[in-house]
């Protein structure tokens, strides 16, 4: 599919994860024309506790919940995402990094996606930098998040409310852990 064509699609989300200055975060934007119309950040943790790909799945997360924010019943919506490797992971149903994730993913959108509702989510592949508006705004605000601008926990999705607050963060990530121990040893 053309950019033109996923361009003309009711409604487009974006997402983005990032690491900067030390901790790991995401981003989720919707978009209509050129403007962003809702957005969602979230902050996992530190990046020695959370991988990017981590944060791409979070992401996904908050596009799901932009989507049902958004309405659009019968709609035809498409995700854009810059990492192959969540979309692949997407299909996947055997334990991997950040799998309880995916599994919270699964189940938002087989809500959002009943057969009811006559809604359809194509997922993309956007490749990152280069100029597609969406995905430069997804950009761009997952990296806020290293400045602390993060969405209020009651704006987020329920399956992430608690995780937001100081208390109760996402379970460390066993491959962060064990690539921080692979340095250390070399």
Known sequence: MHHNEFANKDLRVYLDGSAIEGRVGTAAVLMQDREVKDKLRFYLGKDSEHMIYEGEIVGMILVVELLRRAGGEGASMVLGVDNQAVIRGT????????????????????????????????????????????????????????????????????SLQMSQSTSTPLPISKSSTLQIFRSKIK
């Open 91 to 158: 299909k996947l149903f055997n334990s991997q990094p950040g799998h309880y994730l995916m599994d919270i993913f699964h189940n938002d959108l087989r809500t959002l996606l009943s057969s009811d509702n006559g809604r359809k989510l194509v997922v993309r592949w956007t490749p990152g930098h280069i100029n597609i508006p969406g995905n430069k705004k997804a950009n761009e605000s997952a990296k806020r998040v290293a400045k602390g601008d993060i969405t209020e926990a009651d704006q987020l999705p329920t």
